[in-house]
């Protein structure tokens, strides 16, 4: 488990999400880091789980506001069961889950329908994903304007 700060060195807070909670349950640990330097830049604190049991565990001790997960992890379905697992948890079951996942890519007649149904998504990204569009969504939906 990783976590990381998203104070900026000036300590300036003003009108910022800084107060607001990511986690990030990828195990691609580059991946993980890109995004989560891009949301701390956009002042956000961020937390890092490599694996969907870290993922679960991070997000009840955390208690974040938003998770991005990943879904073909160490196993191929792996975020599936996470979310399935998170949704089944009284106290994470509201937290909105964006999926980002390259499983279109490997599956591309597959989709996910962006309404969330059966995997209990709030919204899917393909990897690689458009950060700005990413972090506009993530405002959005934790009730910031972009």
Do not use: Y
């Not at 998203?6 to 107060?19: F, K, N, P, V």
């Not at 948890?89 to 499983?103: A, H, N, Q, R």
């Not at 950060?131 to 993530?138: G, R, S």
């Amino acid at each position: 488990m990783v976590r990381t700060s998203g104070r900026h060195e000036d300590g300036e807070l003003g009108i910022t999400m800084e107060d607001k909670r990511i986690l990030i349950v990828d195990d691609d640990r580059d991946f993980a880091e890109a995004v989560a330097c891009f949301l701390e830049a956009n002042r956000f604190t961020v937390f890092k789980a490599h694996d969907g049991k870290e993922g679960v565990k991070l997000a009840k001790l955390e208690r974040p506001d938003l998770i991005l997960m990943d879904i073909m992890m160490n196993e191929r379905t792996e975020g599936f069961f996470t979310i399935q697992e998170m949704r089944r948890d009284p106290e994470l079951k509201g937290v909105p889950i964006f999926v980002i996942s390259s499983f279109c890519t490997h599956l591309p007649d597959f989709e996910i329908p962006q309404s969330g149904g059966w995997l209990a998504h709030d919204m899917f990204f393909s990897k690689p994903v458009d950060l700005v569009q990413l972090l506009e969504k993530i405002r959005q939906r934790l009730g910031k304007a972009a």
